[in-house]
């Protein structure tokens, strides 16, 4: 299986430190945000990693290189000025997914989900990782009825993570170079039932903002001396 991971966006809030650096490359504890991400994919197996830029994507490229210091080998998508959305960056990156379902992680978020419990997954067209509202996004996004993701109910309501394993027909119907959020598809999955998902308890963080990634920063390194 391969691993996509969404990085072609501008990071507005997280202005002024994304006018020189692009979000996923803003360090926490010690290294960059899509580090924890690569050390964990290939500490799940995953070997093909595709990454999608454009806010300063040369230097995202610079960086990462091509993922051998991971054991990793990394593919990119680069996206036009302004980037085109996630199912947009998705639908365009397809040509090097290949035919078989495939994790997607959003760059921009901390999460210490094993990623090998998706390694094979053949299950549905598409599936969510949910988490606990958080409290910057208290309404949520979805609910849960078993594993099939429903509207929002109001009552008990879960947040996306931005994690989630999709197969390629999933995006068959967007064409490259659309700039397309991926709500819609969502809720078209969800009016046909068809749409899956699963609640995680572990650590994960939307770093949306320069004071969740300090706060982030500051665990990660507290983490590190209780541990040294």
């Known amino acids: 299986?391969?691993?996509?991971?969404?990085?072609?966006?501008?990071?507005?809030?997280?202005?002024?430190?994304?006018?020189?650096?692009?979000?996923?490359?803003?360090?926490?504890?010690?290294?960059?945000?899509?580090?924890?991400h690569l050390e964990r994919l290939a500490a799940a197996g995953f070997k093909e990693i595709v990454i999608n830029h454009a806010h300063l994507g040369s230097l995202i490229e610079q960086t990462l290189g091509d993922g051998s210091q991971w054991g990793l080998h990394i593919q990119y998508s680069p996206e036009p000025p302004g980037a085109l959305e996630t199912a947009g960056g998705i639908a365009s990156a397809l040509p090097l997914l290949g035919d078989q379902p495939f994790l997607v992680v959003n760059g921009d978020v901390y999460c210490d989900l094993d990623f090998g419990r998706f390694a094979g997954w053949t299950a549905g067209m598409a599936h969510l990782v949910m988490v606990e509202n958080p409290a910057h996004h208290t309404a949520g996004d979805f609910s849960l009825d078993g594993e099939r993701v429903t509207y929002a109910n109001g009552e008990q309501t879960l947040t996306y993570a931005g994690i989630g394993v999709f197969s390629?027909?999933?995006?068959?119907?967007?064409?490259?170079?659309?700039?397309?959020?991926?709500?819609?598809?969502?809720?078209?999955?969800?009016?046909?039932g068809t749409l899956t998902g699963e609640r995680f308890a572990g650590r994960w963080v939307d770093v949306g903002t320069p004071q969740r990634l300090a706060e982030l920063d500051q665990e990660l390194r507290d983490t590190e001396l209780r541990t040294a």
Do not use: C, N, S
């Open 168 to 192: 390629p027909a999933f995006f068959a119907d967007v064409q490259p170079g659309t700039v397309m959020k991926l709500r819609p598809l969502l809720d078209a999955a969800i009016a046909a």
């Open 1 to 36: 299986m391969k691993a996509f991971i969404l990085a072609a966006g501008r990071g507005e809030r997280m202005r002024p430190l994304t006018d020189h650096t692009p979000k996923p490359l803003l360090p926490a504890g010690g290294k960059p945000l899509i580090a924890w």
